[in-house]
């Protein structure tokens, strides 16, 4: 019986032995398929890492950009004021302008028809004067001739 208990025993040892490298063959298949899990795990943590740190370069640049843009839109909106302004004086200064032009049209049309009436003026004194120049000739005559007849 002792022989049959440490035949079992023996049997229960092997059984244990295989059954322990049985284990041991599935604890270490089972840990390299969680190292590769782990690994696998690492990789996409270092590419997020990495999508995230070229979203974060790229957040960057994009605030700077609308930054920029919107310091220029704030430049433009001032600009555009600015103009206005200028656009109003020079509207005021065309029609200052038109208002001077207008009266000094009216100041030319006065004159011209100052010059106008006086040289109607000048042509009625030479009639005036031509008809006593005539006149005057024919005064002459006559008193030539009544000093001859008499």
């Known amino acids: 019986e002792l022989s049959s208990a440490l035949r079992t025993a ?22 390299r398929a969680w190292q590769g899990k782990c690994w ?3 990789k ?16 960057a640049v994009v605030i700077s ?3 920029s843009v919107l310091q220029q ?3 433009l909106h001032r600009d555009m004021r600015q103009l206005e302004g200028v656009v109003r004086q020079e509207e005021y200064r065309e029609k200052h302008i038109q208002r001077k032009l207008y009266s000094f049209k ?13 040289a ?6 030479k ?4 008809f006593l120049k005539t006149e005057n000739d024919k005064l002459v005559q006559e008193v030539a001739a009544r000093d001859r007849d008499a």
């Open 10 to 31: 023996e049997d229960s040892r092997l059984n244990i032995g295989q059954s322990a490298s049985c284990l041991d063959a599935q604890l270490k298949k089972e840990q």
């Open 40 to 42: 696998d795990l690492q």
């Open 44 to 59: 996409q943590l270092k590419a997020a890492e990495e999508e995230t740190e070229v979203f974060r370069q790229s957040s």
């Open 65 to 67: 950009k609308t930054q």
């Open 73 to 75: 839109l704030v430049q």
């Open 106 to 118: 009216m100041e030319e049309s006065q004159r011209d028809d100052t010059l106008l009436r006086t």
């Open 120 to 125: 109607n003026e000048l042509g009625l004194l």
């Open 127 to 130: 009639a005036e004067q031509e």
